[in-house]
């Protein structure tokens, strides 16, 4: 005779299911971020406590597309280079994202490294790839609140959102080379 199984669904089952069934990818794999930081030990890595390479590629998506739609350095951007870009060059994007996904792997101690298509001066030779875009402080900084909603979109955890915006903003000096060369000059 087979025998009668219980089943025990709990709250907190049933809210993680609809939450992973109902909700963008992002949102869930910021969520499981969440639930791991609230219960990993100090010890582990940003790109630990972040969720790993899924977490990430799922935040970058998201970030990727409102940069592009961002009004001060996106599609409208009153930076011709970086109107161009984001009007003309988004067949280009999926590899940006992809690039992107690396470097923040890279960057918060994950497996996976970055390695730059134009080589330059720094490890993660940022300023080649951004040089021609002609970034200039303040649209880097706009790019930074985006990277900043972005976070708080996918409800990471304040610890790792302030870890991901500072190894951002420690490369601005990089990504604003071209901008501020072309300053110099005159």
């Excluded at 490890?123 to 976070?151: C, K, N, W």
């Amino acid at each position: 005779m087979a025998r009668a199984r219980s089943t025990s669904i709990s709250r907190r089952s049933v809210v993680a299911g609809l939450a992973l069934t109902a909700a963008p990818v992002a949102l869930a794999g910021a969520n499981q971020a969440h639930a791991q930081a609230q219960q990993t030990p100090p010890d582990q890595s940003l790109y630990e406590r972040l969720g790993g390479v899924f977490a990430i590629a799922a935040v970058v998506d998201h970030f990727s597309d409102a940069v592009v739609k961002n009004p001060i350095v996106g599609q409208k951007s009153k930076n011709p280079q970086l109107r161009e870009w984001h009007t003309k060059n988004l067949k280009r994007l999926p590899g940006l994202k992809f690039m992107r996904t690396l470097w923040v792997c890279d960057v918060s101690g994950g497996p996976f490294q970055f390695k730059a298509t134009r080589p330059g001066t720094t490890p993660l030779g940022l300023e080649e790839a951004h040089r021609a875009l002609r970034i200039s402080p303040a649209e880097f900084d706009e790019v930074a609140a985006e990277l900043g909603r972005t976070l708080d979109f996918a409800k990471v955890p304040k610890r790792e959102k302030t870890e991901v915006l500072a190894a951002f903003a420690s490369h601005k000096d990089e990504v604003t080379a071209g901008y501020v060369s072309r300053a110099k000059r005159g």
